[in-house]
């Protein structure tokens, strides 16, 4: 079992920069793929990026690529999510996820556990 805690949420101005951090707790961390999910108001819960178990791949959504960058630092158990150039379409609340296998990929069933989100609001 794998506990998921999001943080860095908060309000910004179109244009800024926010970083998101994912920390887990409950076994290795280093032995789970993980990703970023969001969701907005009335829409369904879309893929942001994923970041295989060794940090060696990444992958992300088009809306996104170019102006967020997906990390981990398995030492510390945290998965990152910088956020550069924001936009008022991102934002929702973002979810940290963990996937058991090496790569979880863009599709929400490839996870197995869920933090509980963080608000990011992009005012214009």
């Known amino acids: 079992q794998v506990q998921l805690v999001e943080s860095g949420g908060g309000l910004v101005q179109a244009g800024g920069s926010l970083r998101l951090s994912c920390a887990a707790s409950?076994?290795?961390?280093?032995?789970?793929?993980a990703g970023w999910f969001r969701q907005a108001p009335g829409k369904e819960r879309e893929f942001v990026a994923a970041?295989?178990?060794?940090?060696?791949?990444?992958l992300y959504a088009d809306s996104v690529k170019g102006r967020f960058t997906i990390s981990r630092d398995n030492a510390k158990n945290t998965v990152y999510l910088q956020m550069n150039s924001l936009k008022p379409e991102d934002t929702a609340v973002y979810f940290c996820?963990?996937?058991?296998?090496?790569?979880?990929?863009?599709?929400?069933?490839?996870?197995?556990?869920w933090g509980q989100g963080t608000q990011v609001t992009v005012s214009s």
């Open positions: 996820a963990a996937s058991p296998r090496s790569f979880g990929g863009s599709s929400w069933y490839g996870y197995d556990y």
């Open positions: 409950g076994r290795t961390f280093s032995n789970d793929a």
């Open positions: 970041i295989s178990r060794s940090g060696s791949y990444t």
